[in-house]
């Protein structure tokens, strides 16, 4: 049984340009939560997709965007990128809303740097 | 709404106990704890719900204050693989907010 799965695991990106970041849940969960966690900083939360839509939302600007697909997996996109963007992008996979209630799964994520 | 964890990181020997201090503003419907080994997905350590059992694992085991709004978390005998950092999360509005994490190291 897989586990979460994450793509590129690492990339490098220059200021101005845009990313798209992959994720497929663990078999069995239809919820990912994408997570931004910057250097020695805990996990920050950016969005949580449920039914193919935006169910939660952090304090995170319009630059950052996703989506569910109909299999569950997420994408999530961030344009216009800046230094501060560099962090590590986590992806969480949880059946329904009992992940808020039990566990999150999280994906090994998806190293970012912005130069 | 950032949970607050104390202390920042705590350095142990081998066999030595620990507590991991989690604080909110806000009141607690339940606390999630996760530990997060160097260049590793955080892992799942247990959830404590309002009112309910607390979830142990290994030789670590949890508290939750609802109305001092914390939650503690337990190392005994703490082993070498127990080094990591360990976060605490809140449940807020269906979606779970974590603390900055404490870091963990164990010497042997």
């Known amino acids: 049984d897989a586990g979460v799965t994450q793509s590129p695991t690492h990339l490098i990106k220059t200021r101005g340009q845009q990313v798209t970041l992959r ?12 997570y931004q966690q910057a250097l020695g900083q805990g996990p920050q939360f950016i969005f949580q ?3 193919e839509e935006e169910r939660q939302r952090g304090n995170f600007p319009d630059r950052f965007s996703g989506h569910q697909f109909p299999n569950y ?12 963007d560099s962090a590590l992008y986590l992806c969480a996979s949880s ?12 994906g090994e994520g998806s190293r970012l740097t912005v130069l | 709404q950032q949970p607050v964890q104390s202390p920042q990181a705590v350095i142990l020997r ?8 989690c604080s909110s503003s ?4 339940s606390v999630h704890w996760y530990r997060q080994k160097h260049g590793e ?46 976060f605490c999360g809140t449940l807020l509005i269906d979606k779970i907010i974590f603390g900055k994490g404490t870091r963990l190291h164990i010497l042997p």
């Open chain 1, 49 to 51: 997709y449920y039914e």
């Open chain 1, 23 to 34: 994720c497929s849940p663990k078999s069995g969960h239809d919820t990912v939560s994408w």
């Open chain 2, 14 to 21: 081998e066999g030595e106990d620990a507590v991991i201090n």
């Open chain 1, 73 to 84: 997996s997420s994408e999530l996109n961030v344009n216009a990128l800046l230094l501060g």
């Open chain 2, 41 to 86: 997905a955080p892992v799942f350590l247990m959830i404590l719900l309002k009112g309910g059992e607390q979830k142990g694992h290994e030789k670590i085991s949890a508290s939750f204050n609802e109305k001092k709004q914390q939650s503690s978390l337990y190392l005994t005998a703490s082993q070498l693989s127990y080094s990591g950092t360990y």
């Open chain 2, 26 to 29: 806000k009141a607690l419907y």
């Open chain 1, 95 to 106: 059946h329904g809303l009992a992940g808020v209630y039990g566990e999150l799964f999280f």
